[in-house]
């Protein structure tokens, strides 16, 4: 799939990474110099190969009543990890899961609560399910910005 993205490709990605809510087809199509109906077709391409997989709204939990965002370094099994990650989306408070391929740590969970006993019972669920929480990192605040090899020249 990496060598059919091109350029305008990569600018309808950075596009939809800006403001996918408020970015119509019309203003992509401006950008990129083609035509609404070949953005249409071009989205729903990359959407259909699993490109984009999907839009989601950018949560500050903390303005939201969850102040605590916490990430837990988990060790499974290599076998095992990867089937993990559904079951782990599952525990009330995580928001996130990454599989890390390097390190004894394999995977990165996200979780965000209102107190410390919220994250207690996700890092307790986690136990449970066998895995081994190796470190536990508080986080002030997380920002993202849109990939910048996207970005048009």
Do not use: W
């Amino acid at each position: 799939m990496a060598d059919d993205i091109d350029d305008v490709d990569r600018a309808i990605l950075h596009a939809l990474q800006e403001d996918a809510r408020n970015m119509s087809s019309g203003d992509i199509a401006e950008r990129t110099g083609t035509s609404d109906s070949t953005v249409r077709k071009r989205i729903q391409r990359l959407e259909s190969e699993d490109v984009i997989k999907g839009y989601s709204a950018a949560i500050d939990y903390q303005q939201s009543g969850y102040p605590l965002r916490m990430l837990l370094f988990c060790t499974a099994s290599i076998p095992e990890r990867g089937d993990m990650i559904p079951d782990i989306l599952d525990i009330d408070g995580v928001v996130s899961v990454q599989e890390l391929v390097t390190g004894e740590q394999n995977l990165l969970v996200t979780a965000v609560g209102e107190e410390d006993s919220d994250i207690t019972s996700v890092a307790q669920a986690l136990l449970d399910m066998g895995l081994t929480v190796a470190d536990e990192v508080l986080v002030r605040s997380h920002e993202t910005t849109p990939f910048g090899d996207f970005a048009p020249e």
